[in-house]
């Protein structure tokens, strides 16, 4: 009896894996790194030049403008690195910290003016040192050519801002002694200074007189010792201190 003919039978493949390809595991824990880093990064980058992006947006198109504010209207405010730390703010430290950072990123924008001007959050309110001889020759009292291009910044800040600006005259330990010409000492010539700072801010800008203050300290308040020529220079400034007008200060 003839066989029955022999069929070779296909090779029975193994029933596929569930789930993804092995490779998809590897891929997954490469994104997944690289995500991790990319998020470690931006934890460390520094976003405050954003803020003040998003702050100098408030001023802009008043720069320049006069305004008429109620007395009880004060700069609007974005939160700050310390809010976001979880450090509670009253209206007064609010309105302070917004001016002030407002202030740096107007002295940022404008390079000829980041060499001379220094711009600090104070116990009072916001304070901008200005170096005199970015105002005034050494030994005298009256304003360069080149003053009006930084006093303009402080009237824009003054018609945005219902805040009041005390002026404050110093010099070093040197400058003004002699007792000869206008200014017979580091008094005269430093109150003339503020004088003549203020006297433009009225004149020129039209900001009520009542909001403004000149005083001159001479030598007598120091950022530095008086012991080298640089520190001399340091020394020799006007401040503007910006405060709420139910505050006094000097």
């Not at 291009?149 to 009041?164: C, I, M, P, Q």
Request: charged content about 25%; glycine content about 6%; aromatic content about 8%.
């Amino acid at each position: 009896m003839a066989g029955a003919p022999y069929v070779k039978k296909p090779p029975v493949e193994p029933p596929p894996e569930e789930g993804l390809p092995p490779w998809m595991a590897t891929f997954a824990d490469m994104v997944t790194l690289l995500l991790c880093f990319f998020v470690l990064l931006l934890s460390f980058a520094n976003m405050d030049i954003m803020n003040f992006r998003t702050l100098m947006g408030s001023i802009q198109n008043a720069f320049g403008v006069q305004t008429e504010r109620p007395e009880a209207t004060f700069a609007a405010y974005s939160p700050t690195r310390l809010e976001r730390q979880g450090v509670k703010l009253d209206s007064d430290q609010k309105a302070v910290l917004d001016l002030t950072m407002q202030l740096r990123a107007l002295m940022e924008n404008q390079e000829e003016l980041k060499r001379s001007v220094g711009v600090s959050a104070e116990r009072e309110g916001a304070l901008v040192r200005v170096e005199s001889a970015a105002l005034f020759k050494p030994g005298e009292a009256a304003l360069t050519a080149d003053a009006p291009k930084l006093l303009d910044n402080v009237l824009k800040v003054l018609r945005e801002y219902n805040f009041n600006c005390v002026i404050r005259g110093h010099t070093d330990d040197q400058e003004g002694k002699g007792g000869s010409g206008p200014y017979p000492s580091a008094w005269e010539l430093s109150a003339a200074r503020a004088a003549a700072a203020l006297h433009y801010l009225v004149e020129t800008g039209g900001i009520d007189p009542r909001r403004m203050k000149a005083v001159g300290y001479a030598d007598t308040r120091p950022l530095v010792p008086n012991d080298r020529p640089e520190d001399r220079a340091r020394n020799r400034r006007v401040e503007f201190m910006f405060h709420r007008p139910d505050t006094e200060t000097w």
